[in-house]
């Protein structure tokens, strides 16, 4: 199973999963002609995507869905609040959707689903792991603090897309109005790198040995400050065998092994 971002970040997400042909999105927050051009650019037939997840119904994660679903007919697994949403905004959604209780287990082609609840300001976020042949990846991004849930969910993944959206300073003495601050640290927001990277060793304690921080901020982070604070955690807690990698923000990434 291989694993690559497609796109990351507040102004786009979308993440591609692989196995044999096979092959799985998580969000499509970009539109369906980049996610196409992203897709050919890495070898891949858009025709062999087995499906959409969609980890809740936000512009930078959704916008492209509707195009996309309406040209290939792809099963869409969100949760049932994030479902609703998406009939409300996307015509002729319904018969696509495959809700997903989190905490409730499907399976999208080749690939084992699991989801988690999340704590993010949208209908009813999750998160979510796929496995296949005995490996299994983690996409937890979107969050305001990680909970026992989140925890539960991730940990065992070989490989984890986790959140490092922000520095806390950085954030706090920046432009953004005091609302848009307020909910970027509330319980409901994204988490600091600090917060990302203690989710990382967390991980990388219990088998994790890829971490890939995503959904950066433009304003308030670079790709530099997330990964120090990444590394320095990592090595503190004795992981510097894992590899740490940033997700670009607007083209795709490498792909990584799970």
């Given at each position: 199973m291989k694993l690559r971002t497609l796109a990351s970040g507040s102004s786009g997400n979308c993440l591609l999963i692989s196995h044999e042909g096979a092959h799985l999105l998580v969000d499509a927050g970009i539109s369906c002609r980049r996610i196409t051009a992203a897709l050919t650019a890495c070898g891949v037939d858009p025709c062999g995507l087995v499906g959409v997840l969609v980890t809740h119904e936000h512009s930078d994660h959704i916008s492209g869905l509707a195009t996309l679903t309406k040209k290939y007919a792809l099963p869409v697994y969100t949760s049932p609040g994030t479902a609703r949403q998406l009939c409300y905004r996307i015509a002729a959604m319904e018969d696509l959707l495959r809700p997903m209780e989190p905490g409730e287990a499907t399976q999208a082609g080749p690939f084992g689903l699991e989801s988690f609840p999340t704590s993010h300001d949208a209908a009813q976020p999750m998160g979510f792991t796929a496995a296949c042949g005995g490996r299994k990846a983690a996409i937890v991004t979107d969050l305001?603090?990680?909970?026992?849930?989140?925890?539960?969910?991730?940990?065992?993944?070989?490989?984890?897309?986790?959140?490092?959206?922000?520095?806390?300073?950085?954030?706090?003495?920046?432009?953004y109005p005091y609302y848009l601050k307020a909910r970027i640290l509330g319980d409901k927001g994204h988490l600091s790198n600090e917060d990302g990277a203690a989710l990382a060793c967390q991980c990388a304690a219990h088998g994790a040995h890829t971490v890939l921080l995503a959904h950066l901020s433009a304003e308030n982070n670079t790709p530099a400050r997330a990964r120090q604070v990444a590394e320095t955690t990592l090595s503190a807690g004795g992981f510097d065998n894992v590899t740490l990698a940033v997700a670009p923000r607007s083209e795709p990434s490498p792909p990584y092994e799970v």
């Open positions: 305001g603090y990680v909970s026992e849930e989140v925890l539960d969910g991730v940990l065992g993944a070989h490989l984890v897309v986790c959140e490092a959206n922000h520095d806390v300073e950085w954030l706090k003495s920046g432009p």
